[in-house]
């Protein structure tokens, strides 16, 4: 009796994040037209969120295609890939000899009247060397379908694939963890066979892989790899959210998508961390943190010197910042959280009237390069009218 | 990277009902050992939570069965039957001549370590006459695959099946959305080949098919009919819930459920309302009012002759209650709710000091024939030490 | 160190109501510039949110006259009158021969930049007869300390002073709870001298007193009597509210309240009830719901003659419908609730395709005497486009 | 109407938390017989939630005193004393020449059938310097009231008191914020005048003042100093909380606290972070991080050398972690929160199965100095049976 759901044509409801001083709501499910997840552009480029590896029941996992389109619409993403196991059926009782592009056209369809960028993928999947690896913005991921793991990739790039390394530091294939690169690693790397590499895979992080990826100069990655749901894997209900790989692109396409990736303009937004290159982490947290108002406090007994400044992150992760400034804070101690959507506001020592200054800070829940933090900068101009 | 789900073995996370006077919390998800939702057991019999309509993608659901499995068992349910359809299979291009009983074969395999009951079911699917019927309790649905509908529900009576019919004021089968008895449906009653009909179905409800099921004495029934995703259709995270349908059984077996809607023991809960026959719904509702404390009130003149009564709301729905008490109140008007989980403290004007005394209530969102309205008491007794 | 407190010059903070079908969010707090409560305006008069009862350390309240006018702003109410007892000065070793003006005074400073309403009241606290009343309006409260009753109700009334009947079913006072007229309350009322009645106290309501005001013909008044907190007595953090009288008055000033008071223009929102008289309460609740959309249903097989009617909720209590329309619904039983701010989508059978029809709903939450509800129309205008 | 409040006899309503991992969910109002807040008690000590530093009517707050007790008792506060200003008393043309032990007697009275400690405060109110100042354990306030201030803090000690600086950044005394020892600092605390000092007042903390109070060995302290309402100044129904003092104490008296913050034996929480001497933060932290679990991560494969330990954070503030253990972590870079009551599972690379192994973190949001971190150890048992 599917008809019959005319009547809820209202299918995604409207969400309302509270934004509050010091305090986070979260929520849930945004409207359909807005998007759950808030991180600014930055200059020259659009931040598109994106997930580049998930499976269906057209290898393992528990869905029809159509399921993980909603999904990304109700979360608002930018993109998606669904990358089927090449080689892992384990339906393939029930659905025998699929056509690897299936789950992608299925996708397709469903997505067609929205804004949602399907982009055909297929997950290569072998043991190590080299393990598991995406190919996406396939034309055919049927003509992957080859013994030698070097013809698969190579066939990939012909199609002009991007292709990265999964979890390379998966333990059902380093049962240490640490992400290592291997003979054939170099070999594909050489040969321009690989091009990016996951340092975050579901709730897994490595920063052995990150390391690869800054010596590499591999295009860093991060996706849920989700089989079942992703309500349910990461609570989002709750406030949670999948790992996404954001990527840095001079316009919603494809083809920018793409540009974006192969150029290497990604950061990685995992559990509360955002991970990349400081190039474009630093300018993500900058233009996510608001200046609203700054202003010199005053008593009963007239002006002080110290400044308030109220700072809003607007953005869905936290950050977790060290003041690195010259000046004490009064209001807080050196390290503190500008929750999402919340507002901090800083009391800062400047000693004597300062116009302007800057406010410097660490952030901590950033990465550029292993157990290494950004710093980033906030010009603050008092205003006393 | 599927084995990495190691990590969050607490899969289905804690939930919590607050309990509050006068407002109920609307929560979400259950702890995987908790049921989500509440309704108390009536003398006799146990009350078992129940949906026995559902697809997957073995007819034109969206989810593989495992899904179907893990939805039950986060929401806490007793039984679930998939209902594929047998005739209508819309993805057989994929899944081509699909063995009609595997996606509850996938079913039993997800819930084995569960104390979740899988019932094996199909869904007859006709132009009207006689429209769609499921039949569930078979032995092998492949069985049911015959041209003559005479034939198939002979063929599943056969096998022991509990038939009932669904949907029967379906817009796309009848667009004045009037339940009707056709002449076959007549029929199959005489011939004893329809046990039940649906008087609810997803978010529809009939009270032409409630007139139908009260006159012919067929099992009601509420299912979901669910092909997307329960959490989704239903807004579980806002304290949403599918329809089901209780059934009152002898014990949590397959066994007592088919005993329980052989012998018509079942009420339907559908968004705020509880639909069935009165001697079933009157002891569910009276049981799920709990009288927690009884006192006169007292001012600062002394005692009064006004009786509060804590009223406690056990179950997972509202109940609307108008006062049909000889006694006025002292804290409500003669209409208002007591919320799931919520208490209202109830003053009684009994005129005189009264140890014992009773309180009458129609209960205006319980149906128990088209329109009309189960009446239940509370009998209070008073103790003031 | 309360200059400090400049810091958090947003003191009041946002709060948003997320509006979903069929579910209710309770929410708390509204923005300072946003009324917490929504009850929309009624052909030729403005519905102003007024609580006329409550208490501060100036008799034997709690709190300050400050907290009382911030309670009020949080809540977005219009106006308030602080009305502390004029006999009975619990504090007065601490506070010893206070100015019976003072609780005003205080709260008029606290108010001045803000858009609510100040008004200077009294409660005149005797034994029964007559009981508590309250002199609201009042040019100087002082005046109202004399021995005679009566001659503090005519100096009331020499000031200009509405007078109302205070919680005439107290239990202190009335121990059976009945409120009722005795010989000098008929004497008040001839002599001009009592213009109003509470049906509603604190958590209280009472059938007689209702009777009582429709009989005398005496304004419909219903208000929180608060001593402690609203938070914390009434749990708005919950969605909580305190008893209100809503006076429906040409615009939002001291005078037309008065003038709506003295013309009866009144009604009671009280836990989840709307109390008063139907002339008010019916376009009160007609203008709550709103008919968003309608549109005839459509399946597979064509159109249907079912229409779906969108109905929002866009107050701030839930509305308990029964359906007394010809046509049966296709979505629900014949009671059900709109919850506040939710909107529910009705299937109604028209049994065949209408452009227009009327919907009629008697609304059980509603009281226009004792257990009597008022019916409301809904013009429907069904849009295919 | 007062004594109809008899009906809501739970005045008090039941709060949860909910528990879950990696998020927390911010919750309110204790059940009265349970504590809002949970810190865990120390080796030798139990750790007392109190706050000694607030207003009522009784100087320029808002609130008569019960209200400051009620405010308490839903928050599950172990103590307070009310320090009302002995030389500023702007209410006075209200209350005139108030017995300075006033507050504390109505306190003391209203907490009597309660396990809250009450007690006798008042604050020292001059210039700088000295700045304010509160005395507590006192036994009479108004022996307090003299012309010089070194006679009113040797009459305070001469009763015994606990004398401690409130606020020495306060920009009214010290308009650059900077606390700072002056003269008459230095002779109050060689004569053994002075034995603690605010490093936090409301929402301000000072670094410069917690350098003081290590180098004169004066017990840290962090007090809300609340005028108005603790629920609105701190959002509790957001999740928010007023600062407090943490004294370790050896039972919960009156007695032990004295000798607790005579011993120096306190903490501050303040916001997210936790202020005090390392040898109590360590083991306050230490015992509120719980080990639930810790086993060896498996792959289809077999097992792996990576340990997953999951960390239950039982306290009532996150915990910003910095990785300092030789291990690399599988599931999160260096930093990370464990928030309040959530749960994190650490993926721990240990390089070869280890029985028994410890982690080693830096605790970012605690502060044992000046922008000084202690490091707290996890000892790790892993269980793989």
Redesign the interface.
Known sequence: ????????L??F????C??????S??S??AHENERLYQFPDIPGYKTLLCDFHMHT??S?????P??RV?EAL?EGLDAISITDHLEYQP?EK???H?DRN?SYQIALDAAQEHDLIIINGAEITRDMPPG?ANAIFLKDANKLIKEDVFDVFREAKRQGAFIFW??P?????K????AELMEMHHQLINDGLLDGIEIV????????AMQIALDQNLTIMGNS?I???V???Y?L????HRPLTLVFAEDKSEESIKEGLESGRTAVWF???V?GKSEFLIPLIEHSLLVKRSYT??????????Q?VEIENKSST?Y?L?NLSDF??????????IKTHG?E?V?V?T?KKMPEFELCFKV??A?VA??T?PEINLKIHVNDD
Chains 1, 2, 3, 4 share one sequence.
Do not use: C
Request: no cysteine; glycine share 6%.
């Open positions: 009796m599917k008809q019959i759901r005319l009547y809820t209202t299918l409801q409207i969400l309302i509270v934004l509050l001083t010091q305090i709501i979260q849930s499910y029941v057209f393992d996992g528990d869905v029809w159509t399921i909603h109700k339906h029930d659905i025998a699929p299936r598991h999964n979890h530091h998966w333990i059902a294939h049962p240490d963890g640490i895979n579901d709730v897994t992080y490595s920063n052995e790899d089989h079942g749901l309500d349910w894997s609570k209900y709750k406030g949670g559990n509360e961390s991970i406090m005053k008593s009963y007994t007239g002006e002080s010197s110290v308030a936290d977790i060290e004490s804070l009064h209001s807080h101690a050196d390290v503190f959280t507002t506001t009391g020592m000693l901590l829940n990465v292993p157990n933090h």
